[in-house]
């Protein structure tokens, strides 16, 4: 697709495999020993691919704290390619790879401990049953990054996810004024996530249905286990409905609302407390990309996501009850269950 720019993963001068997820490349139909050999953690650093293969970084636009960003993408990340599994499509995707044409400063390099932290969180988040990029594998590379912490040792984290297409994606393809891109972009996410909408007269308007419902779920499972994500910038939001991005992130000890995770929060825009209004802007955002294939007549189109949009808080309403019913063990058809949860604030 012309979203993607061809680039290379950096060399690494003393490879060493730190953390590898023995299920996950299990479901991938990955061999656990091959991985953790010599070749297989070339292949983890996107230094041995199979023949034909070729890196990319992504481009994306989006929203960051409210500022809009004509043009990012992956700076410091490579997507490697597709994994075919029982459960669809997967893409392998690396972190802290190094530079790309789309870095912005920086080496695009990775540190051992934020790697190790994205794959221990997303992983306790797979396990509290919320919808998350995965983690295969952390590998040490023995070179030495330089951070505002200091010289730290190096490394890259391989993910997973059902594709790392995101708001920012829809919104590039917009601002390029090339409604074919936006055209051809929306078709390959309607026929990778929801297939059966191809048929339908404006998939485009479907696919905005289910990414609405797919976000309403996502944070209430995010606030059920007191998950801060740091930074719910539009390029941040995945329309597949998984966490994506375990920058700056918490969990809360006790009920906090004004909390974030972000030492550049300071407005509190991604506090806790607002992230289910701030993902009902980011699909705001998400519907204003997808305008021109909705309806020639702008107005007709906007008000058909509109009307769309408008089922995300009962939407979201449902899914934090059901996420709460199951935590605190007692029916969803509990009478004063919406009460009950409130008072527990």
């Not at 979203?3 to 953390?19: F, I, K, N």
């Not at 797919?214 to 499972?221: D, H, K």
């Not at 009962?314 to 009478?335: C, H, I, Q, S, Y």
Request: a negative charge.
């Amino acid at each position: 697709m012309p979203s993607r720019s061809r680039s290379a993963t950096a060399r690494a001068p003393a490879p060493g495999l730190v953390a590898l997820s023995e299920p996950l490349a299990l479901d991938l139909g990955l061999d656990v020993e091959w991985l953790r050999s010599e070749e297989g953690v070339q292949f983890l650093l996107g230094l041995a691919l199979p023949e034909g293969s070729r890196a990319v970084a992504q481009v994306y636009a989006g929203h960051q704290f409210g500022g809009f960003s004509p043009r990012l993408g992956d700076g410091r990340a490579m997507l490697l390619g597709e994994v075919d599994t029982e459960a669809g499509l997967r893409d392998l995707h690396l972190k802290g790879s190094g530079p790309t044409p789309l870095s912005r400063g920086g080496d695009g390099f990775g540190a051992l401990g934020p790697m190790l932290r994205e794959f221990l969180v997303s992983e306790s988040m797979h396990a509290l049953g919320v919808p998350t990029t995965r983690s295969l594998a952390v590998v040490a590379t023995g070179r030495e990054v330089f951070l505002d912490q200091g010289t730290l040792p190096g490394a890259v984290l391989a993910r997973v996810a059902s594709s790392h297409l995101r708001v920012g994606s829809f919104q590039y393809a917009r601002t390029s004024d090339d409604t074919a891109l936006l055209d051809a972009l929306t078709r390959y996410a309607v026929r990778r996530h929801h297939p059966d909408l191809l048929d339908q007269p404006q998939p485009a308007l479907g696919l905005f249905e289910r990414v609405v419902a797919a976000q309403a779920r996502l944070v209430a499972s995010w606030l059920s286990v007191g998950f801060v994500h740091g930074v719910m910038n539009t390029d941040n939001m995945s329309i597949s409905g998984e966490t994506i991005d375990y920058g700056p992130c918490a969990f809360l000890d006790a009920y906090r609302p004004g909390a974030v995770s972000s030492s550049i929060d300071t407005a509190g825009r991604y506090a806790f407390g607002r992230q289910a209004v701030v993902a009902q802007w980011n699909l705001a955002r998400f519907a204003e990309s997808l305008l021109p294939l909705v309806d020639p007549d702008e107005a007709t189109a906007a008000a058909k996501a509109t009307t769309i949009l408008e089922g995300y808080v009962p939407a979201f309403n449902e899914a934090w009850l059901d996420r709460m019913a199951l935590k605190l063990g007692v029916a969803r058809t509990e009478t004063g269950l919406a009460d009950l949860v409130t008072d527990l604030h």
